[in-house]
C-alpha cells in the first residue's frame, strides 16, 4: 500500500531534550516536506527536500533540522526543543512528474515540550 | 502579501445547501492547483485537483480562472460529513520543479 509512515504519532518530552520524528515513503517520490500546524495559523512548512542530499527552509525553520540521505527517509530533528514547538506536525511527499501531482500526507505527530 | 489566500470562515450552512469557497494565487508561475480536506487533527486528504476546463466529482465542482488568478469549490447539496477545513494548494514552478503552496484553509460547518 502507498503511504507516508510518520513515527511516533504521540509525543511529550521536556525541553532540551533532542528528538527524531522519523518519515518514511514507500512510493519513491522525489519531493518530501515536512508542516507544523498551529490553531489559527494553518500548514507552515518547516523544510522541504527535492531530492536526496537537497534540502531547503521552508517558512519555519528555526530550531529544526532534516536530512535525507535516502529517497524514501526524511527525518526531523528537534536538537534542543522549546515549549513553542509543541505542535501538530505532517510530513508530505510527492513526485516530480507531471506539474499535476498532489501531496501525499502523513498521519500525524502530536507533540507537547513542557 | 500571502501567495495563496482563503477566506478562513467558518461557513456554517444547513444540510442541502449549495457552498462555495474561493482561494487566489499571487504568482502567475503556478503551474496546478488542488483542493484538499482536512478533518479536525487529522492529515489533509486530496479532495480534487482542478483542471484549466473545470472539472466535477458528484457534488464537488472546481473551477481555475487563470485571468483572476483564482480557485474555487463549489458544495452541492451539502452533507453533514461534509464539515471540515478545505485547504487550497497551488504548486508554483520553481528551478525547474514545483514547490505546493498551502492556503491557509477554510471551515465548513453544515448543521442539521
Known amino acids: 500500500e502507498a503511504q507516508v509512515t510518520q513515527n511516533p504519532r504521540y509525543l511529550i518530552t521536556v525541553t532540551g531534550k533532542k528528538l527524531t520524528v522519523t518519515c518514511s515513503q514507500n512510493?519513491?517520490?522525489?519531493?518530501m516536506s515536512w508542516y507544523r500546524q498551529d490553531p489559527g495559523l494553518g500548514l507552515r512548512q518547516i523544510y522541504y527536500s527535492m531530492n536526496v542530499e537537497v534540502t531547503d527552509k521552508g517558512d519555519v525553520p528555526e530550531g529544526y533540522k532534516v536530512s535525507r540521505k535516502e529517497k524514501r527517509n526524511f527525518p526531523l530533528i528537534l536538537e534542543s526543543p522549546s515549549p513553542n514547538q509543541t505542535s501538530l506536525y505532517f510530513c508530505?511527499?510527492?513526485?516530480?512528474?507531471?506539474?499535476?501531482?498532489?501531496?501525499?500526507f502523513g498521519n500525524g505527530t502530536r507533540l507537547t515540550v513542557t | 502579501r500571502k501567495e495563496v489566500e482563503q477566506d478562513p470562515g467558518p461557513f456554517n450552512v444547513p444540510e442541502g445547501a449549495t457552498v462555495a469557497f474561493n482561494c487566489t494565487y499571487s504568482?502567475?508561475?503556478?503551474?496546478?492547483f488542488f483542493w484538499y480536506r482536512q478533518d479536525c487533527r487529522k492529515e489533509p486528504k486530496l479532495l480534487m485537483s482542478?483542471?484549466?476546463s473545470g472539472n466535477e466529482d458528484g457534488r464537488f465542482t472546481a473551477q481555475l480562472n487563470r485571468a483572476s488568478q483564482y480557485i474555487s469549490l463549489l458544495i452541492r447539496d451539502s452533507k453533514l460529513s461534509d464539515s471540515a477545513t478545505y485547504l487550497c494548494v497551488v504548486n508554483i514552478a520553481s528551478g525547474g520543479s514545483y514547490i505546493p503552496t498551502f492556503g491557509r484553509g477554510t471551515s465548513l460547518i453544515v448543521h442539521p
Open positions: 508530505a511527499s510527492s513526485s516530480w512528474g507531471p506539474p499535476n501531482s498532489p501531496l501525499h
Open positions: 512510493m519513491n517520490h522525489e519531493y
Open positions: 482542478v483542471y484549466s
Open positions: 504568482n502567475s508561475a503556478s503551474q496546478s
